[in-house]
């Protein structure tokens, strides 16, 4: 995790490429331990639609720790939607990755 800057308001801005749901409760911990009784606001833009779909559960439980969210469109990366929806069940008739 490291620190970007600070806003007009006073709010302290971090960045940190945690891309499971371990790494972002680590963060949440971490930033909880450093700022208590402060609110914690996650900006996330999910990666790689099949580790979201599979890591869902983590990912929602994890998430729904901060006081603020925000969730990006998933970026696709190298990945073929419609292989994937042919691998995972839970995304039979998803046609493009707004649907997620």
Known sequence: MEYLATNKNGAKIFTDYGHMASSIEFGYMALRQKFPGKKLFIIFQPHQINR???GRKDFIKTIKKYDNILIYDIFAAR????ELIKKIPVLKGIKNIKQL
């Open 52 to 54: 979201i779909v599979t």
């Open 79 to 82: 990945e073929n939607l419609q």
